[in-house]
């Protein structure tokens, strides 16, 4: 089948001069590239696209497009989204397909039409022949769109975790508490409904953006629901019976004791989506009515967002880049469980990453991986915790030291000294506002005097949801909930203001996506003073609005005026602080 000759020997005169036309006269590929590929494939033994690969005078698009132009086969630009047959996706394995960058596009009577990027490589064309008894007609494609193609299908072939409850329902027929016995699982095949049902239930879940999904037992129900952008919605009720079935498969993949229902316990494990790798990671706690089991995904591909993308408008980053970039004190950021502190501080790391800094880290969880520098995951079973780590850290003469949280004094103290003794430290503390943050860390029992004198700034926020771009619309929202909180007259008059309609982007939530909104405190000289006279957060937080602080309320607004988010989404995530 090859006109390119053999993978291991010289190619033929002809094939490889036909391929060498082709590719000057229709892509350019300068005459001179050509010959020194052809005489280096000679040298080394391969294909004459491989070598001109190699060398990047070619990208793989253009090859895939020569050699369909060489052998006079069909060129396919795109590959349809729908349309391929399930039964055969089945047929093909998905790590076949993606190895040889082989997509069957359908089967029609005595043959089956496949998308390949190399026609040349027989091989897989052979296996699927034999596998399928049928004759393989051939058509080209660049290899990044067979991959898309290939992602995308076998992702959809993965089925929407409803389709698999109907499976579960019916398969077992009225023997169904026995055939769902956890024991049965161990030898159960991938093709067994509770496993397809629990893979379905995770790629739906990354496919929606949530990043938990929450399996609940009740007395007569079992309840799934999604965590999408900070807000838990239902969307499943697979059958009570299938309850210990499926908290036992999540187990056995998070090798967690599937025998202990008694116990809470913690396990994670890893798993492939579209070709991405996401971390899982598992909790179980006993209920009344059996194990409750909650999943957080974390995606490892996930880039690391700028200052800039995270939503800070352009005042406060110089302000933020400022204090970040001092050489030595304490950079907290504040906020309750899932407001994007560990995020922010990530991309403030991400700032100062450089060759001329040694940058170390203490975390629970490590949520992304920073090239460069060193992260280290707390362990509490082996004692390795905050304080321990973080005496560790500076035995490795860090510049800058990353603490996941202050959790009790003995952290605090050795941040606050890491600090005063010549280092830059970034942490996160569990407080409304940002002038909380001083007084906590004095009731932690840090003098104020240190505290003082440590602390460059705090940062606190939260995350408010972005009205979907594709249904947002112009919408006055209701006043009366503002009136009786007494915001009414913060608002601009005659403001235009917005929503989402909702639509089949945002599975007509009406948002997509968040961003934040935030409040920083500088720790400057009058600052410095309320917090030596021991003032509460109240007096310390009035005194810097009066200099000019703006508060997370009037970060909201303007974002509400920007017409990112909505009057409703900000009271929502405010309403404790206004």
């Given at each position: 089948m090859s006109t390119l000759g053999s993978h291991k020997g010289n190619e033929g005169t002809t094939a490889w001069r036909a391929l060498a036309v082709i590719l000057q006269e229709d892509f350019a590929v300068p005459v001179e590239k050509i010959r020194e590929a052809d005489e280096a494939r000679q040298e080394s033994g391969?294909?004459?696209?491989?070598?001109?690969?190699?060398m990047k005078a070619i990208t793989p698009a253009i090859l895939s497009r020569a050699l369909a132009s060489q052998r006079g086969l069909e060129f396919l630009e795109t590959i349809p989204d729908s349309g391929t047959d399930a039964d055969l996706l089945n047929l093909v394995p998905i790590a076949f397909a993606k190895e040889y960058r082989v997509f069957p596009l359908a089967r029609r009577e005595g043959y089956l039409r496949v998308a390949v990027a190399d026609p040349a490589d027989s091989r897989p064309l052979n296996d699927l022949a034999a596998l399928t008894r049928e004759a393989i007609e051939v058509v080209v494609a660049a290899p990044e769109e067979i991959l898309r193609a290939v992602n995308q299908a076998y992702e959809r072939r993965a089925g929407e975790a409803q389709e698999v409850i109907e499976d579960i329902e019916e398969g077992f027929g009225g023997d169904l508490a026995r055939n769902l016995e956890p024991a049965d699982l161990l030898d159960a095949s991938d093709e067994a409904p509770v496993i397809r049902f629990v893979n379905s239930l995770i790629t739906q879940a990354y496919k929606e953006r949530a990043s938990d999904i929450h399996i609940e037992p009740f007395e007569t129900s079992l309840v799934v629901r999604y965590r999408i952008d900070g807000i838990l919605y239902e969307v499943l009720q697979p059958p009570h019976k299938a309850q210990a079935s499926i908290t036992s498969r999540i187990k056995i993949m998070s090798g967690l004791n599937i025998a202990e229902k008694r116990l809470p316990q913690d396990g994670r494990f890893r798993v492939r989506i579209a070709g991405k790798d996401v971390d899982v990671r598992v909790s179980t706690l006993p209920t009344a009515f059996g194990e409750r089991v909650v999943l957080?995904?974390?995606?490892?591909?996930?880039?690391?967002?700028?200052?800039?993308?995270?939503?800070?408008?352009?005042?406060?980053?110089?302000?933020v880049n400022a204090m970040i970039h001092k050489s030595h004190g304490i950079f907290l950021v504040t906020g309750p469980t899932g407001s994007g502190k560990t995020t922010t501080l990530y991309a403030a790391l991400t700032r100062l990453n450089s060759r001329e800094k040694n940058i170390i880290t203490v975390e629970d969880p490590i949520e992304y991986q920073l090239a460069g520098v060193g992260q280290i995951q707390v362990n509490a079973k082996i004692n390795l915790t905050f304080a321990n780590g973080l005496r560790?850290?500076?035995?490795?003469?860090?510049?800058?030291?990353?603490?996941?949280?202050?959790?009790?004094?003995?952290t605090a103290e050795i941040a606050?000294?890491?600090?005063?003794?010549?280092?830059?430290?970034?942490?996160?503390l569990h407080t409304n506002d940002s002038a909380g943050a001083l007084t906590r860390l004095v009731e932690m029992g840090i003098e104020p005097f240190l505290a003082a004198s440590s602390i460059v700034g705090i940062l606190a926020q939260r995350l408010v949801r972005r009205i979907c771009p594709h249904c947002r619309e112009p919408h006055p929202p209701s006043m009366e909930r503002f009136t009786e909180m007494g915001l009414a007259a913060s608002l601009p008059a005659n403001a235009t203001f917005y929503h989402g309609r909702g639509c089949e982007k945002c599975m007509d939530i009406g948002y997509?996506?968040?961003?934040?909104?935030?409040?920083?405190?500088?720790?400057?000289e009058p600052v410095r003073e309320l917090?030596?006279?021991?003032?509460d957060s109240a007096s310390i937080r009035n005194v810097a609005i009066q200099r000019g602080m703006s508060t997370l309320w009037d970060s909201g607004i303007a974002r509400a005026l920007e017409g990112e988010t909505t009057l409703e989404e900000v009271l929502r995530v405010t309403q404790e602080e206004v």
């Amino acid at each position: 089948m090859s006109t390119l000759g053999s993978h291991k020997g010289n190619e033929g005169t002809t094939a490889w001069r036909a391929l060498a036309v082709i590719l000057q006269e229709d892509f350019a590929v300068p005459v001179e590239k050509i010959r020194e590929a052809d005489e280096a494939r000679q040298e080394s033994g391969r294909r004459l696209g491989e070598t001109l690969l190699a060398m990047k005078a070619i990208t793989p698009a253009i090859l895939s497009r020569a050699l369909a132009s060489q052998r006079g086969l069909e060129f396919l630009e795109t590959i349809p989204d729908s349309g391929t047959d399930a039964d055969l996706l089945n047929l093909v394995p998905i790590a076949f397909a993606k190895e040889y960058r082989v997509f069957p596009l359908a089967r029609r009577e005595g043959y089956l039409r496949v998308a390949v990027a190399d026609p040349a490589d027989s091989r897989p064309l052979n296996d699927l022949a034999a596998l399928t008894r049928e004759a393989i007609e051939v058509v080209v494609a660049a290899p990044e769109e067979i991959l898309r193609a290939v992602n995308q299908a076998y992702e959809r072939r993965a089925g929407e975790a409803q389709e698999v409850i109907e499976d579960i329902e019916e398969g077992f027929g009225g023997d169904l508490a026995r055939n769902l016995e956890p024991a049965d699982l161990l030898d159960a095949s991938d093709e067994a409904p509770v496993i397809r049902f629990v893979n379905s239930l995770i790629t739906q879940a990354y496919k929606e953006r949530a990043s938990d999904i929450h399996i609940e037992p009740f007395e007569t129900s079992l309840v799934v629901r999604y965590r999408i952008d900070g807000i838990l919605y239902e969307v499943l009720q697979p059958p009570h019976k299938a309850q210990a079935s499926i908290t036992s498969r999540i187990k056995i993949m998070s090798g967690l004791n599937i025998a202990e229902k008694r116990l809470p316990q913690d396990g994670r494990f890893r798993v492939r989506i579209a070709g991405k790798d996401v971390d899982v990671r598992v909790s179980t706690l006993p209920t009344a009515f059996g194990e409750r089991v909650v999943l957080r995904l974390l995606d490892k591909a996930s880039n690391v967002l700028s200052l800039e993308e995270i939503g800070m408008d352009p005042p406060m980053l110089k302000q933020v880049n400022a204090m970040i970039h001092k050489s030595h004190g304490i950079f907290l950021v504040t906020g309750p469980t899932g407001s994007g502190k560990t995020t922010t501080l990530y991309a403030a790391l991400t700032r100062l990453n450089s060759r001329e800094k040694n940058i170390i880290t203490v975390e629970d969880p490590i949520e992304y991986q920073l090239a460069g520098v060193g992260q280290i995951q707390v362990n509490a079973k082996i004692n390795l915790t905050f304080a321990n780590g973080l005496r560790a850290i500076l035995r490795q003469d860090p510049d800058i030291i990353m603490v996941g949280e202050i959790r009790d004094r003995e952290t605090a103290e050795i941040a606050v000294q890491s600090a005063l003794t010549g280092h830059m430290v970034f942490s996160t503390l569990h407080t409304n506002d940002s002038a909380g943050a001083l007084t906590r860390l004095v009731e932690m029992g840090i003098e104020p005097f240190l505290a003082a004198s440590s602390i460059v700034g705090i940062l606190a926020q939260r995350l408010v949801r972005r009205i979907c771009p594709h249904c947002r619309e112009p919408h006055p929202p209701s006043m009366e909930r503002f009136t009786e909180m007494g915001l009414a007259a913060s608002l601009p008059a005659n403001a235009t203001f917005y929503h989402g309609r909702g639509c089949e982007k945002c599975m007509d939530i009406g948002y997509r996506g968040r961003s934040g909104i935030y409040e920083l405190l500088p720790v400057d000289e009058p600052v410095r003073e309320l917090l030596l006279q021991n003032k509460d957060s109240a007096s310390i937080r009035n005194v810097a609005i009066q200099r000019g602080m703006s508060t997370l309320w009037d970060s909201g607004i303007a974002r509400a005026l920007e017409g990112e988010t909505t009057l409703e989404e900000v009271l929502r995530v405010t309403q404790e602080e206004v």
